[in-house]
């Protein structure tokens, strides 16, 4: 069948809640994309920063493999070898201490604001607690995620959403501090916002409400699920500023397109929130998705994935630096390590990355006027050059 023939046999039987890009995508390698046309396409998008490791690599799929010819569910009422594996190396990573696994990013938010709840109401027997997200973030779209979502164009058709959810600016502590009452459990913020703009925090506001959090025994939340594993040039965004959450939510290219995500907590938020009957599923941890996660930690460390991130960073910088100064409707770059953003102004972002498509070059938006840049980890310089020239083209 021709594209045209997919996308309309789709269509009869999808429910529209994606207005999808007219392209069907068959196959991939390394960093390329192919339709089912036999047209190839640079990826910068990572299927949305989830396939870190690229496309095919063979390490990876024997793995998944592998398992699948083992054992691929059996529920959370038994135990599992690569349960333990992935929670291992997950709890090593993130120098935390008890992980919680997950299908989606969204759901590890949904477990964290119980874990948040549950910890302020064995202090006080308290259901009045609050939480405080930030202005123009994203955490998902189930009811509770979408409420700690500060967007109101998600949450508009579907209030009432779950209460006890304040909203301060992001990257201004008084704002965030205006909002503290003594019924506030938990702040929560993703330590560079994705969908709201590439925005990294500053240091000085992640160090101010980790200080906030320890003097009020507020827990602090953080939403590494797209900035997470890797991306940055650090397993997780908060190590390169030395702030550690109490809770961390992470997915995408934790299992490098498996769906898979997790909740980790410290101990002392392990040892006093979430008990057995609190908090429950049925796919979460199953045999597959954690033979993924224990795989690409594998590859991370094999690759030095992280170590190569760190590397060409300056570079796809530069590069992004140097279109910034080339074109005035490029005004600025902002971004950390393989999450980059370029702020575009009197051109509609999304004619940008439209035209980018035809030219074989995968880019999205974030937010109304941003270009972002998410691609595989394993990018090299031949890559971004080559990213440069098409999104050149398309300008």
Not at 92 to 118: H, L, P, Q, Y
Not at 282 to 307: H, M, Q
Request: proline share 4%.
């Amino acid at each position: 069948m021709s594209s045209m023939e997919y996308m309309e046999r789709t269509e009869q039987v999808v429910l529209h809640t994606y207005n999808r890009f007219p392209v069907v995508f068959e196959k991939g390698e390394g960093v390329w994309l192919e339709d089912v046309d036999g047209k190839k396409y640079l990826d910068f998008g990572a299927g949305i920063a989830v396939f870190a490791l690229g496309y095919g690599n063979k390490e990876y799929e024997a793995a998944l493999k592998n398992q699948v010819e083992k054992l691929i569910h059996t529920s959370n009422l038994f135990y599992n070898v690569p349960l333990m594996e992935a929670a291992e190396k997950l709890v090593k990573a993130s120098e935390m201490d008890k992980v919680f696994f997950t299908n989606s990013g969204t759901e590890a938010i949904e477990g964290a604001i119980k874990a948040a709840r549950k910890y302020a109401y064995l202090k006080d027997g308290s259901t009045d607690h609050e939480i405080i997200a930030m202005n123009h973030s994203f955490h998902g779209r189930s009811m509770g995620a979408l409420s700690v979502t500060g967007n109101p164009h998600y949450q508009e058709a579907f209030k009432p959403l779950i209460g006890g959810i304040k909203f301060a600016d992001f990257n201004d502590f008084e704002s965030v501090k205006a909002q503290v009452t003594d019924r506030t459990c938990a702040i929560l913020l993703e330590v560079v916002q994705g969908e709201g703009g590439i925005y990294p925090a500053t240091p000085e506001f992640l160090n101010s409400v980790r200080q906030l959090c320890d003097e009020k025994d507020i827990l602090l939340i953080m939403d590494e699920v797209q900035c997470g594993m890797g991306r940055t040039g650090s397993y997780f965004a908060w190590q390169q500023y030395g702030v550690k959450p109490d809770i961390m939510a992470t997915a995408k290219a934790l299992g490098c397109g498996v769906p898979v995500g997790a909740f980790v907590l410290n101990e002392k938020t392990a040892k006093a929130s979430l008990v057995p009957g609190d908090h429950g599923t049925t796919y979460g941890g199953n045999p597959l998705a954690c033979a993924a996660v224990s795989k690409v930690f594998d590859l991370y460390e094999k690759l030095d994935i992280i170590g190569h991130v760190r590397e060409l960073t300056p570079y796809l910088e530069q590069k992004l630096d140097e279109l910034v100064e080339k074109y005035d409707f490029l005004t600025q770059r902002r971004g950390k390590g393989f999450m980059q953003g370029l702020v575009v102004t009197g051109r509609p972002v999304g004619a940008i990355v439209k035209k980018a498509l035809e030219n074989g070059l995968v880019l999205m938006s974030a937010g109304s006027d941003v270009i972002r840049f998410v691609p595989p980890l394993v990018i090299e310089k031949e890559d971004i050059d080559e990213m440069v020239k098409r999104l050149e083209d398309s300008f």
